[in-house]
Structures are given as C-alpha cells and as structure tokens.
C-alpha cells in the first residue's frame, strides 16, 4: 500500500528520487498518465489491472477511446536506479506540467503512487479537504 506526500524535484535529466518508502515496492514500475493532469506509478500487477480497465474504455465513446490511447501510448517502464530514481520521458513531463528544477509532489494512492507539479497538487489537495471537511457537517 502506497501512504505519504513527499516532496522533490526533477534532476537536468527528467529523473525524480522516489522516496525510499516506496522504492522496494517499484523494483519494476510502470510510469503512466493519470485523470486530473498528474502521473501515475504502477507496480506491474496494478499496471496490468489499469491496462484491463483501460482496454475495455476503449471499446466505448470516442472520448474514451483518445483516453486510451493516450493511457497506452505514453505508458512506459520506469524502474528505479541504483539511487532510486527514475527517468520521466519528456512527453509524461509536458503532460503533468513537470519542469526541472521545479517542485513536484510524490504521493501514495493506496495501490499506484501519483506524481504531481506542486502548484496542481495543491488545487487537488486543497479540493479534497474541502470536501472532506463538508462530508464532516
């Protein structure tokens, strides 16, 4: 299970250390697009059950279909280095709107890891506190 919010940036390379928490669990990892502009981090169990989910979205609406075949396209092998890293490919950077040198957030999500660029983790979390605090009234 993926728990905690951590805190890092991109190296020149588009390479980003994932918290050590989290680096026995990905010693193969898939790095994906993910719903609401982050990335997402899959062990390969998880990465073939989204892949599953994935495939019957394409048998629907158009839309679904171009979600698909993006989820597909850009999904790639990203598994840590002997320093924990792993190598973002440009085009999942451009996506998440991740720039080196910048913060981004790395996050559990109970069964993937997200990657975020800060400012947008921010609206998401700020977002899910909100709606946890009216769920409390």
């Known amino acids: 299970m993926f728990l905690g919010e951590f805190f890092h940036s991109l190296d020149p390379k588009g390479r980003l250390i994932l918290p050590a928490r989290f680096r026995d669990l990905l010693t193969q990892a898939y790095v994906t697009s993910q719903l609401d502009g982050c990335l997402a981090l899959w062990t390969p169990a998880e990465f073939q059950s989204r892949a599953e989910e994935m495939k019957e979205l394409a ?7 171009n979600m698909a075949r ?3 396209a850009s999904a790639q092998e990203a598994s840590p ?12 950077r451009r996506f998440a709107g991740l720039d080196e040198g910048r913060q981004v957030v790395v996050n559990g999500h109970f069964d993937h890891v997200e990657i975020w660029d800060l400012a947008a983790w921010e609206r998401a ?13």
Request: proline fraction near 6%; charge should be positive.
């Open 70 to 72: 993006v989820f597909f």
């Open 81 to 92: 280095d002997r320093q924990g890293r792993i190598a973002i490919p440009a085009n999942l």
């Open 125 to 137: 979390r700020a977002a899910g506190e909100s709606a946890l605090h009216g769920a409390q009234a």
């Open 59 to 65: 048998k629907g609406t158009p839309t679904e279909r």
